[in-house]
């Protein structure tokens, strides 16, 4: 093992921690997407709708789990469910206007509280942080995509 991994698991932890207590006090974001509501929104603006078992399977999440997830947000008004043209059976989930607009707001809170923590980094660490992230988050899905397929 790389003498770095015990700092990366560390460090990923705190970063995890921090993330979420920084979330919780900050009053910015009082009023902005949940977690949960976030990442939903951004797959949906993305990907265009989806069926609740696609948005479960991209989300790595079960499928009751989305399903209670997207009941709170058509509630909010932030998606709306359809029936899937070609097959009546299927829910579609379709983010809203409102959504669209929620996700826009918070991602741009987000933005601001990010530009404000980092403002001392240079451009060049800043996207270095970016790309070691995206990095990151790239290959923990791709050891999920793996473990799926062991099973």
Do not use: C, F, K
């Amino acid at each position: 093992m790389d003498d770095a991994v015990p700092d990366v698991e560390e460090q990923v932890a705190l970063l995890l921690r921090l993330a979420d207590r920084n979330r919780r006090r900050s009053s910015r974001l009082e009023g902005t997407l949940d977690r949960s509501a976030y990442i939903a929104l951004r797959h949906l603006t993305v990907a265009g709708p989806s069926g609740i078992n696609d948005l479960a399977d991209r989300l790595r999440l079960d499928a009751s789990t989305v399903t209670r997830q997207v009941v709170a947000m058509e509630e909010d008004g932030y998606v709306t469910r359809g029936r899937d043209s070609t097959d009546g059976r299927r829910a579609v989930v379709t983010a809203t206007p409102a959504g669209e607009e929620a996700l826009a707001r918070t991602r741009a809170v987000r933005a601001e509280v990010y530009d404000e923590i980092l403002r001392r980094w240079s451009t060049a660490d800043r996207r270095a942080l970016a790309d070691a992230l995206i990095r990151l988050n790239a290959d923990l899905d791709a050891d999920l995509d793996r473990a799926a397929e062991d099973r």
